[in-house]
C-alpha cells in the first residue's frame, strides 16, 4: 500500500504538468510560469495526506472534508481524467504537424474544466445516496415457511474519515424500511485501523429484522485490531460468523446460515465453516469473491459477497456488466441478476463506501433485498 501512496505520488506530479503549461500559457510571463509551478508542486504534494488515511484512517471535522478534502479530489480527479480527452486530441493534430501551443492549452484548460462537474457529482453527491436494488433469487428445495423470505444486504460500508457515522446512519434507516427477515453484513466496516469502531459500531445497532443480523469480517476490518470491533457489534446483538454457520428457523423448516472469516490475513476456513454447517439450502457468506469456487465445492447453495465494489466506477446504467474491474477480473463484479455456477448462486456487492479515492462514477452505493423464492 506504501508503494502504491508513493506510485500516486508522483503520478500527480507528473498529472499536474500540463495543467500547469496551460496556465503558464494563460498567464503570460515569469510570474504566471511560476505562479503555475507553485501550484502544481502544492497540489501534487498534498495527495500524499489524503492516500495516508487508506493505511492510517483518522477522524476528520466535517469543515475539512466539505471544504479541503472533497474539493481536493474533485480537482485531483479532473487532472487525472482530462488526459483522456486532450491527448488524443493533441497527439492527432501534432501527427497532422500542428504546433500550437495556444491551441493545446486551451485544450487542456477546456478539457480539464469540462470533467470538474462530473467529478464534483461523483464525489460529492453520487457516493452519498444509496440506491435499493430487489432480487427474486430462486433457491432449488426451500422449503415452503422461506419462500418469500427477505434478505437485506450491506457491504463495504468504510465508515472512516470520508464516510462518516451519520452517513452510514442514513443507510441503516433505508434497509430497516425494507422490513427484512434477515439482516446479513458481507464485511469491510472501516478502511482501516481502530479509530472508527464505536462509529460503526452506533451507526449498525438500529438494524432490525425478525431473524437478526449475522456478519463476517472483511480485510480493511483486520488493518488494525479486529477483536475490540467484533466485540463492540456483538455487544449491539449482532452475531460474527467466523467459519461458522448456525440456522433460523420457521415452522420446523431451517435455513442453513455459513459465514467465513478474511482471506487475506489468511483466516478463511471452508473446512471448518460447513463443518458446522446444517442441511441445505445453504446461504454463504464470504467477504472476498476469490474464493467462490471452492465454497460452490462444499455445498453452497446460495453465496453473498462483496469486496470488489465493482470499481466504483463503471458505465451508467451498464454498470453491473462494464466497470473498472469486469474486463480484468470478471470473477469479482455482480451483475444485474444473480450469477449461476456449478449449480449454486452467486452476488457480488457493489458495497456502499468507498476506499482509497472517495469517488462513485456509475456504480452507486446499494441496499440489496434478496427475496428467496421456491422453486
Not at 467462490?292 to 451508467?316: K, M, N, T
Amino acid at each position: 500500500m506504501r508503494r502504491q501512496v508513493r506510485q500516486l505520488t508522483w503520478a500527480t506530479y507528473v498529472l499536474h504538468v500540463p495543467l500547469g503549461g496551460a496556465l503558464a500559457w494563460t498567464w503570460d510571463g515569469v510570474v504566471g510560469t511560476s505562479l503555475a509551478l507553485v501550484i502544481g508542486a502544492v497540489l501534487g504534494a498534498y495527495v500524499r495526506a489524503p492516500m495516508a488515511r487508506v493505511l492510517h484512517d483518522r477522524p476528520l471535522g466535517i469543515w475539512r472534508r466539505r471544504l479541503v478534502e472533497e474539493p481536493y479530489y474533485v480537482h485531483w480527479l479532473a487532472v487525472l481524467f482530462s488526459p483522456l480527452l486532450w491527448l488524443p486530441v493533441g497527439m492527432a493534430l501534432f501527427a497532422l504537424g500542428w504546433r500550437g501551443g495556444d491551441w493545446l492549452g486551451g485544450s487542456i484548460l477546456t478539457a480539464y474544466l469540462a470533467l470538474l462537474p462530473l467529478t464534483a457529482w461523483g464525489v460529492v453527491w453520487r457516493r452519498r445516496r444509496a440506491e435499493v436494488r430487489t432480487f427474486d433469487v430462486p433457491v432449488p428445495d426451500l422449503a415452503e415457511p422461506f419462500d418469500g423470505y427477505r434478505v437485506v444486504q450491506l457491504s463495504d460500508v468504510h465508515v472512516g474519515s470520508m464516510t462518516p457515522r451519520e452517513l452510514v446512519a442514513s443507510w441503516v434507516a433505508q434497509a430497516n424500511r425494507l422490513a427484512p427477515d434477515l439482516v446479513v453484513i458481507t464485511g469491510d466496516y472501516v478502511t482501516s485501523g481502530v479509530a472508527f469502531h464505536h462509529d460503526i459500531a452506533a451507526a449498525l445497532a438500529p438494524l432490525h429484522a425478525r431473524d437478526g443480523v449475522i456478519a463476517i469480517m472483511g480485510n480493511h476490518d483486520y488493518y488494525g485490531d479486529g477483536q475490540p470491533l467484533m466485540r463492540l457489534l456483538e455487544a449491539e446483538g449482532i452475531r460474527i460468523l467466523r467459519n461458522d454457520a448456525t440456522e433460523v428457523a420457521r415452522d420446523g423448516a431451517s435455513l442453513t446460515i455459513v459465514g467465513l472469516d478474511d482471506v487475506y490475513t489468511e483466516r478463511f476456513d471452508a473446512e471448518a465453516a460447513f463443518a458446522h454447517a446444517g442441511p441445505r439450502p445453504r446461504l454463504v457468506l464470504a467477504h472476498d469473491p476469490i474464493r467462490f469456487a471452492e465454497l460452490r465445492a462444499h455445498g453452497a447453495d446460495l453465496i453473498l459477497g462483496g469486496h470488489s465494489h465493482w470499481g466504483q466506477v463503471g458505465v451508467p446504467f451498464m454498470a453491473d456488466r462494464i466497470n473498472a474491474l469486469s474486463l480484468i477480473h470478471p470473477e469479482l463484479v455482480g451483475t444485474s441478476a444473480w450469477t449461476e455456477r456449478d449449480g449454486s448462486r452467486h452476488y457480488v456487492h457493489p458495497g456502499l463506501g468507498t476506499t482509497g479515492i472517495p469517488l462513485r462514477f456509475g456504480v452507486a452505493p446499494q441496499i440489496a433485498l434478496h427475496v428467496l423464492r421456491a422453486t
